[in-house]
């Protein structure tokens, strides 16, 4: 089944403790990115990623990283997460301009 | 940034209804989307349309695109239970490379749809 996978699906954290957030796409897609979702304020893209080894920061990207190292997999980087992080995130990956999601990452940071 | 605008922000009917919801954007776009969301879960694309399109149709849905008035709509005809969710629009630069906009979407905050049976 063609699918973005992202994991965990619920993250609870303390500020300052890295943590990492996988997706990975069985798709074959060349285009990856990062949304976070917040009430009031829409889905706000973080990072996006146009294939392997090139990233460019989206909207938001203060506080995160990622890496492309493999065409399947887009990892979310928080190297030091603050409360301002709490978030619903999102990946996602494109074909012909259109958006697959992930079913999501529900982070609380405290 | 925001781009899309989309009204109502919420929006209650009886199943059987029609609904319909209204997007406005900005700036020049290559195209328009709209997508679902169920409570959380990530966003289901439901329909593209092209900057050179006026309308369009998938099932229940039947998109329309303005840009003279830089807006779409999004009607849900014969309305159900199981369409109750959050639906977004958003749009695609112009000026993509090959038709396409890589993904490089903005999205509107969206209408909260809520179908009573």
């Known amino acids: 089944e063609a699918q973005v996978t992202q994991n965990p699906r619920y993250l609870i954290t303390v500020t300052g403790k890295k943590l990492t957030v996988t997706c990975s796409q069985n798709m074959n897609h060349e285009y990856m990115s990062w949304y976070r979702q917040d009430p009031g304020l829409g889905l706000r893209q973080i990072y996006y990623s146009m294939n392997v080894e090139v990233t460019d920061k989206g909207d938001v990207p203060e506080g995160y990283k990622v890496s492309r190292k493999e065409k399947r997999n887009f990892p979310l980087i928080l190297e030091s997460p603050s409360p301002n992080q709490t978030s619903l995130y999102f990946c996602?990956?494109?074909?012909?301009?259109?958006?697959?999601f992930g079913s999501g990452t529900q982070l609380s940071v405290l | 940034s925001q781009q899309g605008e989309e009204d109502p922000q919420a929006l209650s009917i009886q199943e059987g209804e029609n609904a319909t919801m209204n997007c406005s954007y900005k700036t020049s776009i290559n195209n328009l989307q709209w997508y679902r969301q169920n409570s959380g879960r990530g966003l289901v694309h439901l329909i593209l349309?092209?900057?050179?399109?006026r309308e369009k149709h998938s099932g229940r849905l039947r998109v329309t695109l303005d840009t003279s008035k830089k807006s779409s709509s999004l009607l849900i005809t014969a309305s159900r239970a199981a369409d109750t969710a959050s639906y977004f629009c958003a749009t695609g630069p112009q000026g993509s490379s090959g038709g396409t906009s890589y993904g490089k979407l903005t999205f509107g905050q969206g209408t909260i749809l809520t179908v009573h049976p």
């Open positions: 349309i092209r900057s050179n399109e």
């Open positions: 996602a990956s494109s074909f012909l301009g259109k958006l697959f």
